[in-house]
Nanobody, 123 residues
């Protein structure tokens, strides 16, 4: 599985941004998908995960209520809608996937990583 994230950029505090991640390969709908981020000088941290069908999601406490992850299996794409952004959300965001047929929690310990996309929240 190869993952290609896009949609990063500069946004003002309080603003919104949507990240997309397109996966290549077959059986996309059999992989739990997710997002991690790494802020400058900090370790990578889990952000969100979504199950095969999109029916279940998991979020880090720091983004709960502000971020929403979803997926479109027909397009092999997973999304991260980010609202009410703050400077603390500034980071490189990575699209990830668990193993094939794994449960949603596998996206918290990913098997596959995409390249990152930079999100900068600043006025």
């Amino acid at each position: 599985v190869q993952l290609q994230a896009s949609g990063g950029g500069l946004v003002q505090p309080g603003g919104s941004l949507r990240l997309s991640c397109t996966a290549s390969g077959r059986a996309f709908s059999s992989y739990p998908m997710g997002w991690f981020r790494q802020a400058p000088g900090k370790e990578r941290e889990f952000v969100a995960a979504v199950s095969w069908t999109g029916g279940s999601t998991l979020y880090a406490d720091s983004v709960k209520g502000r971020f929403t992850t979803s997926r479109d299996n027909a397009k092999n794409t997973v999304y991260l809608q980010m609202n009410s952004l703050s400077p603390e959300d500034t980071a490189v965001y990575y699209c990830v996937a668990g193993g094939k047929d794994d449960p949603i929690v596998a996206a918290m310990d990913p098997t596959y990583w995409g390249q990152g996309t930079l999100v900068t929240v600043s006025s």
